[in-house]
């Protein structure tokens, strides 16, 4: 089945650095990924669409400088918070549609706190 | 403005006490309904799509069922390890892949 590998699974860094996160589609291509945010309780909240080739497009309120999305390859997209502070902490997932389009696989997630 | 509703919250059932779950949605022009579980501090895991009112799939003690305007995970005899956090998904319109998470059941099966 189609497989989406997410690094790292958890990241504690300083308030004001930033911090890369990967998402790569194992056995298939994803000219398309999305990123997702997860706070405690509450459900997935869709940030941004990933598009590879292009910019990626981000959804209302969320700033485009603070989480740089580059889609490098038809198999990686990373998601970068910059200047990170607390209220960033959260669990990041990624998601993208497989080749069959039955069911959209997510990645593991990575579970960021900043301190 | 497109929702989704998943209810209850949070559900306890002692184990091999059946039970369902309920997603509603308002989304016009439904393009596939997606149930996923998630455990804690894991990506949801796909359980299964639907795509028209009427259809069923099953799996294992699991059965998803879809009527015009929601719905129904069915947990037959559920086991401890069915515990996890249940969430429903639709396509924000028909020809985008971006999806609307409902809040999710958080169910717990005791021994």
């Known amino acids: 089945g189609a497989v989406v590998s997410q690094h790292p699974s958890w990241v504690i860094c300083k308030s004001g650095t930033s911090v890369k996160i990967e998402c790569r589609s194992l056995d298939f291509q994803a000219t398309t990924m999305f990123w997702y945010r997860q706070f405690p309780k509450q459900s997935l909240m869709l940030m941004a669409t990933?598009?590879?080739?292009?910019?990626?497009?981000?959804e209302q309120g969320v700033e485009k400088d603070k989480f740089l999305i580059n889609h490098a390859s038809l198999t990686l997209s990373t998601l970068t918070v910059t200047s990170a502070h607390p209220e960033d902490s959260s669990f990041y997932i990624c998601?993208?549609?497989?080749?069959?389009?039955?069911?959209?696989?997510f990645g593991s997630g990575t579970r960021l706190t900043v301190v | 403005e497109d929702q989704v509703t998943q209810s209850p919250e949070a559900l306890r059932l002692q184990e091999g006490e059946s039970s369902s779950l309920n997603c509603s949605y308002t989304v016009s022009g439904l393009r596939g309904l997606f149930w996923y579980r998630q455990d804690p501090g894991k990506g949801p895991e796909f359980l299964f799509t639907l795509y028209s009112a009427g259809e069923e799939k099953e799996k294992e003690r699991l059965k998803a069922t879809l009527t015009k305007k929601e719905s129904f995970l069915h947990i037959t005899a559920p086991k401890p390890e069915d515990s996890a956090t249940y969430l429903c998904?639709?396509?924000?319109?028909?020809?985008?892949?971006?999806?609307?998470f409902g809040t999710g059941t958080r169910l717990q099966v005791f021994p």
């Open positions: 990933s598009n590879e080739g292009s910019k990626a497009t981000y």
């Open positions: 998904a639709v396509p924000r319109s028909y020809n985008t892949d971006k999806l609307i």
């Open positions: 998601s993208a549609p497989p080749p069959d389009s039955h069911g959209y696989t």
